[in-house]
């Protein structure tokens, strides 16, 4: 059953002829924990602490000229400041996050001021993978993550903690069980189909190109 949302931008790029099967936002709880106790964090608290003590230096024996070397110090900083407007925009990137499974692909959206949706149709994806951080079994919600057959042997890089090696996941979803095995079914048909088109497939299918009935 889907869940109830306002129209978004996001599903406005569904076509009509596509079938809505599940959508869906993260548990809020869990996306802000995330983005406060992200990878970030440790090394903006050490850099911070580090600069600390030259700034109590400069302060405890202040000379004429003392505001240029903390000038200096607040643009050292910049590591600091990038993790808190990271914070800062939590909400606002939660705002504008949002995912729909269709019968024929994939789409997310995000963003903090540019705001982003896109589209990974079946096709273009390899590999489908559960991920669960420390928040998300505290939490009981879980990620679903897929990897691109474009970059499918390309390291992994790390959003909110997470590893995704083609920047597409759907996360903090409750049912992410039943998400990850509705979308490696409907990968695993698609493909199906189009390795085998034009009723070269069992009966049951008739065609990549027409309605999907696999569900």
Sequence with gaps: MLNNYA????????NNKEQILWRGRPNKKCYVLEGIFNPLLPFALIWLLFDSIFIAALLHEPTEFVWLPIIFILFHLMPVWIYLA???FIFRRYKHTEYIVTDKGVYTSGGVFAYTCQMKPYTEISKINIHRGIFDQYLGVGDVVF?????DTAPNVRVNGRPVSMGLSI???SDYRKVFELIKKLQ???YADTMYPNDLRPAENHGYKTKYKGL
């Design 7 to 14: 129209k978004s931008d996001l599903e406005l790029m569904v």
């Design 86 to 88: 990271g914070v800062l």
């Design 147 to 151: 990897s691109d057959t474009n970059d």
């Design 188 to 190: 695993t048909d698609v």
């Design 171 to 173: 996360s903090d979803i």
